[in-house]
Nanobody, 123 residues
Framework: QVQLVESGGGLVQAGGSLRLSCAASGLTVSSNTMGWFRQAPGKEREFVALITWSSGREYYADSVKGRFTISRDSAKNAVYLQMNSLKPEDTAVYYC????????????????WGQGTQVTVSS
């Protein structure tokens, strides 16, 4: 059974930082493209970042580029999202997702999802 479990969310002031973790079981993060998505109340789930399984190449939404960094730790079978210079508009539930192989920035491209972790950025 594939399971993705996010952690690290919380409340932070604007300009602060958080690191989200995604612990994976039932799949190997280095053999899957791993993505982070977020969803704010009343809004569509949107792409945040991904790291490809094939090369480890990172790709970011324009809204977070330069502020967020996605990474993976094969030894721990985990994926991380380092979030710096946080803004109130970053407030959302953040989800870890996985797909087998190829590149994708759409939620419907992904096969497996975590339950999400809340990130709230205050002004």
């Amino acid at each position: 059974q594939v399971q993705l479990v996010e952690s690290g969310g919380g409340l932070v002031q604007a300009g602060g930082s958080l690191r989200l973790s995604c612990a994976a079981s039932g799949l190997t993060v280095s053999s899957n493209t791993m993505g982070w998505f977020r969803q704010a109340p009343g809004k569509e789930r949107e792409f945040v970042a991904l790291i490809t399984w094939s090369s480890g190449r990172e790709y970011y939404a324009d809204s977070v580029k330069g502020r967020f960094t996605i990474s993976r730790d094969s030894a721990k079978n985990a994926v991380y999202l380092q979030m710096n210079s946080l803004k109130p508009e970053d407030t959302a539930v953040y989800y870890c997702a996985a797909r087998d192989g190829v590149f994708g920035t759409r939620a419907r491209d992904y096969d497996f999802w975590g339950q999400g972790t809340q990130v709230t950025v205050s002004s």
